[in-house]
C-alpha cells in the first residue's frame, strides 16, 4: 500500500489549501483516514480523522476552520483548511488504516509543506 499526499504550498495568513492523500495497491478495506502535522519544533498533532462512518474528529486548533473528507471511490482523503494561520505551517502527513485482507495496519504517505506567511 502507497500513499501519495499533494496539496501544499506557500499561502498567506486568512488563504486556503486543500491537501490530498490517495491511496494504491492491495486495499480491502479502509478503515478509517486521517492527517497529522509537524511544525518546526513542536511534537507532531493529530489535525484531522475521519472513520469508515464518516465520523470526523478535529484538534481544537482546526476546529471550524479545517474540514477532512474522503472519496470511497477513489480512496483518497482530503484536507480543505481554509482561515490558514502562520500556526499552520508544518509539514502534513496523512495516515490509512487498511485491511489488506492479510492484516490491518496503518500506512503513512509522504509529508507535505504548508507554510502561512503572516
Known amino acids: 500500500v502507497q500513499l501519495q499526499a499533494s496539496g501544499g504550498g506557500l499561502v498567506q495568513a486568512g488563504g486556503s489549501l486543500r491537501l490530498s492523500c490517495s491511496a494504491s495497491?492491495?486495499?480491502?478495506?479502509?478503515?478509517?483516514l486521517g492527517w497529522y502535522r509537524r511544525a518546526p519544533g513542536k511534537e507532531r498533532e493529530l489535525v484531522a480523522s475521519?472513520?469508515?462512518?464518516?465520523?470526523?474528529k478535529y484538534a481544537s486548533s482546526v476546529k471550524g476552520r479545517f474540514t477532512i473528507s474522503r472519496d470511497n471511490a477513489k480512496n483518497t482523503v482530503y484536507l480543505q483548511m481554509n482561515s490558514l494561520k502562520p500556526e499552520d505551517t508544518a509539514v502534513y502527513h496523512c495516515?490509512?488504516?487498511?485491511?489488506?485482507?492479510?492484516?490491518?495496519?496503518?500506512?503513512w504517505g509522504q509529508g507535505t509543506l504548508v507554510t502561512v506567511s503572516s
Open positions: 495516515i490509512m488504516s487498511a485491511d489488506t485482507g492479510l492484516a490491518v495496519n496503518d500506512y
Open positions: 475521519i472513520t469508515s462512518g464518516d465520523v470526523t
Open positions: 495497491g492491495g486495499i480491502l478495506r479502509i478503515i478509517a
